[in-house]
């Protein structure tokens, strides 16, 4: 992978500037280290790209650090599918304004781990596999911590079929779910998804709505995680006395702008401080 940036014209000195790049399969981080200090360099071609799974995007940022001032400057993140066209941003633009004013309900994504340490607890490293799927090290990911930190993303959640398979050794009732965002932060199967109401999701496929091969909009396929599963025991701590987990104006009946943002969206919805 060749990674390339540039600087805007500036009269500061840039060989007192050094350049770091990382990088990350999750757009909220954390980042790993691939190259630096580099001075005067805008190139770096990435070796170390891990090749375990077919389904992930990667992420890049560069940072900028003056060694006098220790002045910090950051670019990105940015990924190999470029940069959207001006009519796919505008479209990305308006169906944010229906998910975060309208349709839409907050909710968190964890992205799976796909490289990385090794789970030190369960994994084997003569086997090359996991001795134990309960895991509570990498949630049965074989990478320690098992998800990247969660990221806030509207989304639109509809159920769809419920399904129920019964044979002799277990009853089965599976709850599919669709769920339509936009394309940041990226999702890929196995992820994991909270919604409001604290229900849990695993990912079953992702498609979606492309603009020169850029993606403008995420069409995720889900399954319903069943309570006492290993997933329903991953902690999120949100105070959702100060969060807003749906749009308001879905409650009210505003008159004007004011009206329409003001109020504590508990006084309509009181279940949302359940949990």
């Known amino acids: 992978m060749d990674v390339y940036w540039e600087v805007e014209p500036t ?12 990088r990350s399969e999750a757009e909220g981080g954390p980042y790993d280290l691939v190259a630096g ?4 360099r805008f190139y770096v071609r990435d ?17 900028a650090v003056h060694r006098l001032s220790g002045r910090e400057v950051q670019a990105g993140p940015a990924r190999r599918g470029g940069q959207l066209t001006l009519d796919a941003a505008e479209m990305v633009r308006l169906e944010q304004v229906l998910f975060r004013e309208f349709v ?26 996991r001795n134990d799927a309960s895991c509570p090290l990498c949630w049965g990911t074989t990478f320690s911590g098992g998800y990247h930190y969660p990221v ?15 044979s002799q050794q277990a009853h089965l009732q599976t709850k599919y779910f669709a769920m339509r965002c936009g394309p940041s932060p990226d999702v890929k199967p196995l992820d994991l998804v909270v919604d409001h109401q604290n229900r849990r999701f695993r990912v079953i496929s992702v498609s979606g709505t492309y603009r020169l ?26 105070d959702t006395a100060q969060v807003t987990l749906v749009p308001g104006r879905n409650f009210t009946n505003p008159q004007n702008l004011e009206a329409a943002r003001g109020g504590d969206l508990a006084d309509y919805l009181p279940e949302a401080r359940r949990y």
């Open 11 to 22: 009269t500061d000195d840039l060989q007192e500037y050094d350049f770091f790049l990382e």
């Open 47 to 63: 070796n170390s790209v891990p090749h375990f799974s077919a389904n992930r995007d990667l992420f890049y940022r560069v940072r």
């Open 104 to 129: 839409g309900v907050r909710c968190w994504l964890f992205p799976r781990k796909t490289f990385g340490q090794r789970c030190p607890q369960c994994f084997d490293k003569v086997l090359g596999k």
């Open 213 to 238: 091969g850029v993606r403008v909009r995420h069409e995720v396929r889900m399954a319903q995680i069943q309570p006492g599963m290993l997933e329903d025991a991953i902690p999120l701590r949100v």
């Open 37 to 40: 200090p580099l001075v005067d």
């Open 152 to 166: 806030e993303v509207w989304a639109q959640v509809d159920q769809s079929e419920e399904t129920e398979q019964v």
